[in-house]
């Protein structure tokens, strides 16, 4: 696509999908191959998304070329500074998490969603139900009987019921810290063609309570008030109480979380990728706390930890 060979050609990794990344080194700089099968992937939304990130002025890889027919996209390499190892300690995440909330803000206030695919209720079921297959069906090795079944399909009408009240805006729908690159001292965004018409909480629960690193309830209070603040102060439809914001990025965060543990288990018993599995007790971790918080949710919390052989004697409902 430039028109000659690089002078090296070395693997920059792969994702949670089925693309693969190169970094191709050329002698006045270096760009990245986004590589995948077009049987498999359609670049058309990443396209699309990365385009109209650039125009509201948030910082994305730049596009150098593309065959779409091939599977190729030619990147800007943004180099290999990923947010996830500077978050080291409380103080210094708390620094890069506020530059990561403004960001988010920006987006939610300067991008038009409403031609992107709805992040609906017939959506959010079937990404739960990844969970069931994946994760309680093969990970666990539960088939649900007829009684657990009806729970489990109780339980998943009250979360979407409670999510799609939500106010929606465009959703990035993956905002972690494995998503945001440090450039010069400021994040830039990847991975965002999934990119939907969703309910307002939902990127930052991907980004407080992130899937590969996580923080005290304290901290992650603190960040989602000062979203709150900056949010509302931009225009961004967040809830006019911050108590019903912090209930509606709660059961947002159960949704996505019973999302990932499925995609996890499936991305270990379907793909191959082991790495994931060390991240599952984390992430469940955050479903057992949010279903201990609310007691329309203690049905589906039991359910789970006898699913997982464990029993709870203490709860605390709100």
């Known amino acids: ?26 002698a006045e700089r270096s760009v990245l191959v986004m590589d995948a099968d077009p049987a498999l992937f359609d670049a058309a939304p990443f396209l699309a998304r990365q385009a109209e990130l650039a125009a509201a002025g948030i910082r994305v890889p730049a596009v150098l070329a593309q065959d779409a027919a091939r599977g190729l996209v030619l990147l800007e390499d943004l180099g290999t500074a990923e947010l996830t190892p500077l978050l080291t300690s409380p103080e210094r995440a708390r620094e890069w998490y506020l530059k990561a909330i403004d960001l988010l803000v920006q987006m939610q206030s300067r991008l038009d969603g409403a031609h992107l695919p709805a992040f609906d209720a017939a959506f959010q079921r079937r990404e739960m139900e990844i969970g069931r297959e994946w994760y309680i069906g093969v990970h666990l090795g539960h088939q649900l009987d007829e009684r657990q079944l009806a729970l489990w399909e109780r339980s998943i009408a009250l979360i979407v019921a409670r999510n799609t009240a939500q106010p929606i805006l465009f959703m990035h729908r993956d ?65 006019a109480d911050f108590a019903e914001f912090y209930a509606a990025f709660e059961w947002q965060g159960l949704q996505r979380h019973l999302k990932v543990l499925g995609l996890f288990a499936r991305l270990k018993h379907r793909d191959g990728k082991d790495r994931y599995l060390a991240d599952i007790p984390r ?3 955050y479903v057992k706390a949010v279903c201990r918080r609310y007691s329309e ?8 930890l006898d699913l997982h052989g464990e029993r709870e004697t203490v709860g605390y409902t709100f």
């Open 297 to 304: 949710l203690t049905p589906l919390g039991r359910l789970l």
């Open 283 to 285: 992430v469940f971790g």
């Open 1 to 26: 696509m430039l028109g000659s060979e690089p002078l090296s050609l070395e693997s920059g990794g792969s994702d949670a999908s089925v693309r693969h990344y190169w970094r191709a080194a050329y």
């Open 175 to 239: 905002f972690h810290s494995r998503n945001l690159m440090v450039v010069d001292g400021e994040l830039a965004v990847l991975d965002f063609q999934d990119a939907v018409l969703g309910p307002v909480s939902y990127d930052l629960v991907s980004l407080l309570r992130d899937a590969y690193i996580d923080w005290s309830e304290d901290f992650v209070l603190d960040l989602a008030i000062r979203y709150w603040e900056r949010a509302r102060a931009a225009g961004v439809p967040v809830h």
